[in-house]
């Protein structure tokens, strides 16, 4: 819990935070979660890019404007508009990074699935469905054009071998309770059951993890 959340609490109905702080804060929120997750996240859809990349927009232009004036009020607030923006900037870049890179990762897993492909916006659906493509003919070109028809997929399933990699469901999380929760855990040896408080920090499987993200009982951290 931060200040914001205690003064939220004391006076809920005067206290209200700037839709671009609650912006900043579910960027930040969204960058940390796409990077501690083994698996793509669903893309953010109340429009959040959207506000983000005007302000962005808006912030290069007036650092366009004050540029070149020499007043020492405007350069240090010249200074703080460009600190910020490269904050936005940084986030932004690191959050499509590594959603690219699952993708580029597990690429047929994504868009092989009709459920997983609707995690990603229509940008990386694009971009997966064009890699994809090149890549298949570039191993159709080098070697897979040899092969028998039967034989050039790159999703075969023969054998209940499935040639599409996945990723690893099992990797440990750091999560965050936001409420009071019955906690389910899978261990190699033994399964249980952990009685987590609000506030309290556990590290968890992502496949035990991923409900009480889903629900809202847990944020990753």
Same mark, same amino acid.
């Given at each position: 819990?931060?200040?914001d959340?205690?003064?939220?609490e004391?006076?809920?109905?005067s206290y209200?935070?700037?839709?671009?702080t609650?912006d900043?804060q579910?960027?930040t929120?969204?960058?940390?979660?796409?990077?501690?997750?083994?698996?793509?996240l669903?893309?953010?859809?109340?429009g959040?890019?959207?506000?983000?990349?005007?302000?962005? &927009?808006?912030?290069?232009?007036?650092?366009?404007?004050?540029?070149?004036?020499?007043?020492?009020?405007?350069?240090?607030?010249?200074i703080?508009?460009?600190?910020?923006?490269?904050?936005?900037?940084?986030?932004?870049r690191?959050?499509l990074?590594?959603?690219?890179?699952?993708?580029?990762?597990?690429?047929?897993?994504y868009?092989?699935?009709?459920?997983?492909?609707?995690r990603?916006?229509?940008i990386?659906?694009?971009?997966a469905?064009?890699?994809q493509?090149?890549?298949?003919?570039h191993?159709?070109?080098?070697?897979l054009g040899?092969f028998?028809p039967?034989?050039?997929?790159?999703?075969?399933?023969?054998g209940n071998?499935?040639?599409i990699?996945?990723?690893?469901?099992d990797?440990?999380?750091f999560?965050?309770l936001?409420?009071?929760?019955?906690?389910?855990?899978?261990?190699?040896?033994?399964d249980?059951v952990?009685t987590? &408080?609000?506030g309290?920090i556990?590290?968890?499987?992502?496949?035990?993890?991923?409900g009480?993200?889903? &629900?809202g009982?847990?944020?990753?951290?």
């Open positions: 819990m931060d200040i959340d205690i003064l939220r004391v006076d809920p109905v209200q935070i700037p839709q671009e609650r900043l579910d960027l929120r969204a960058w940390v979660a796409e990077r501690s997750t083994p698996e793509l669903p893309w953010p859809s109340n959040l890019f959207e506000r983000i990349n005007d302000k962005i &927009k808006r912030q290069i232009e007036k650092v366009e404007e004050m540029t070149g004036d020499m007043d020492p009020k405007t350069n240090f607030a010249l703080v508009i460009q600190t910020e923006l490269e904050r936005f900037k940084y986030l932004v690191s959050f990074r590594t959603r690219i890179a699952k993708i580029d990762k597990h690429l047929l897993h868009i092989s699935n009709d459920n997983l492909r609707t990603m916006s229509q990386e659906e694009a971009y469905r064009r890699h493509l090149l890549l298949h003919n191993y159709l070109n080098s070697f040899t028998p039967a034989m050039q997929n790159l999703n075969d399933t023969a071998i499935s040639m990699d996945s990723p690893d469901l990797s440990a999380v999560i965050r936001l409420k009071d929760a019955e906690i389910e855990c899978h261990g190699v040896d033994v249980g952990l987590g &408080k609000e309290d556990v590290i968890l499987r992502w496949s035990d993890a991923k009480l993200v889903e &629900k009982d847990a944020e990753l951290v």
